[in-house]
């Protein structure tokens, strides 16, 4: 079955360019836009319906998916008070705030900093809209995804041998697993793809994506299309296995991946095509008889976002030491196991995805991680 927001995410995803760490989240835009789409008329409508892949009907569906124990989703409006609007157009957008643009840049800044700080817990402290005299409309959404591991990591460090970040110091989170299910390696029309799902409270996962190559258009993209492939075998990019001594039976699945913290700001004026933004910015013509009789035209469209990947997905702080020696002399190991090691030793990407519905909530790349 198609997901629309799959798609607008997968479009944004193949539009980055390589070098730097980067997060973005479709499903923050696609209501938007969707919203946008069905009070458009003349070439604007079309771009818009085109990067939106589904008419206004299909928000409720998606919006069920933004609502869980993990996620947060809300939608604001904001209009200057002499503007009229369509009742029937308002009848579309999801329950959220409807309020007022007084005019006063300042005023106006420091409530839509507020909605924007109070609907995300803080870590997006401000809007990324610049407030102004001549501003009649502001239509935004939030969305906040946040998420405990049903298996902890542990936090240490490491210092790689070799790639881009051979001889740095870097955060580590480890974890050792007997689910070898975890991981998949699948095959993509960009290579190789090593996909590790970090299985999440409140029905979300965050798969870990390491390519052959060091592309995060082509990562996430391939990513994102192999979220339900079969896995090809246990060789790929990054997994080491090996047949080793052990006192158990059971086989092992060793991660070692950079902890990582990443802020993105994006202009998405920049990238018309994707998001059908061309016509609808021509300021000489209104493009919205759907929202009101005043022509209204786009003038700024913008996404403030961070991701932090930890070893809890929970703050807390607590010591507890065990010291443990052998106990006696041990007989040579009995079994030998297959042992499995993934390094995520280079960039890669990652997507949270809702467990149920297979929405990609938020995607981004790590180039580079935390010292």
Same mark, same amino acid.
């Given at each position: ?9 997968? &479009? ?11 997060? /973005? ?25 085109? %990067? ?28 200057? &008070? ?23 840049? %300042?005023?106006?800044? &420091? ?41 902890? @990591? ?55 994506? /390491? ?17 339900? %492939? ?10 080491? +296995? ?17 902890? @990582? ?47 932090? @990947?930890?070893?809890?997905? @929970? ?5 507890? +030491? ?32 809702? &467990? ?16």
């Amino acid at each position: 079955m198609r997901n629309p927001v799959n798609e607008l995410t997968a &479009r944004w995803a193949a539009a980055l360019g390589s070098g730097e760490s980067s997060v /973005l989240s479709g499903a923050c835009v696609w209501p938007l836009l969707a919203c946008l789409a069905a009070a458009a008329d003349g070439p604007g409508r079309g771009e818009l319906s085109r %990067a939106v892949g589904a008419d206004v009907t299909a928000v409720p569906g998606v919006l069920q998916a933004l609502r869980g124990p993990a996620v947060r989703a809300a939608v604001g409006l904001w209009t200057a &008070r002499t503007l009229p609007l369509r009742p029937s157009w308002l009848a579309t957008l999801p329950p959220g705030l409807r309020g007022e643009l007084t005019g006063d840049p %300042a005023a106006d800044r &420091r409530r839509l900093d507020t909605w924007a700080s109070e609907q995300t817990g803080g870590l997006i402290p401000a809007m990324p809209v610049a407030p102004a005299e001549h501003l009649r409309l502001v239509l935004a959404g939030a969305l906040t995804v946040r998420t405990t591991w049903l298996r902890p @990591f542990e936090d240490g460090f490491a210092v790689f041998d070799s790639g881009p970040w051979a001889g740095r110091e870097l955060a580590v989170l480890r974890r050792g697993t007997a689910a070898l299910d975890r991981l998949r390696v699948v095959d993509t029309p960009s290579g190789l793809l090593t996909m590790l799902c970090a299985m999440g409270s409140g029905g979300v996962d965050v798969h870990l994506l /390491l390519g052959e190559q060091d592309q995060p258009g082509e990562v996430l993209t391939a990513g994102i299309a192999a979220l339900n %492939a079969p896995s090809v075998g246990m060789s790929g990019p990054g997994v080491n +296995v090996a047949v080793v001594p052990s006192y158990t039976r059971d086989e092992t699945l060793t991660v070692t991946v950079p902890r @990582f913290t990443v802020h993105s700001a994006h202009d998405l004026l920049r990238l018309p095509e994707v998001f059908g933004l061309g016509a609808v910015t021509d300021a000489r013509h209104g493009h919205f008889p759907g929202i009101s009789p005043e022509p209204l035209a786009i003038d700024q469209a913008a996404q403030a976002a961070v991701a932090v @990947f930890s070893a809890t997905g @929970f703050e807390s702080a607590s010591v507890t +030491v065990f010291a443990a020696v052998p106990g006696g002399v041990l007989p040579p190991p009995p079994y030998r196991v297959r042992r499995v090691d993934v390094e995520f030793a280079r960039p890669f990407g990652f997507l949270a995805v809702e &467990r149920r519905s297979g929405l990609v909530l938020t995607a981004g790349w790590v180039a580079d991680p935390e010292p």
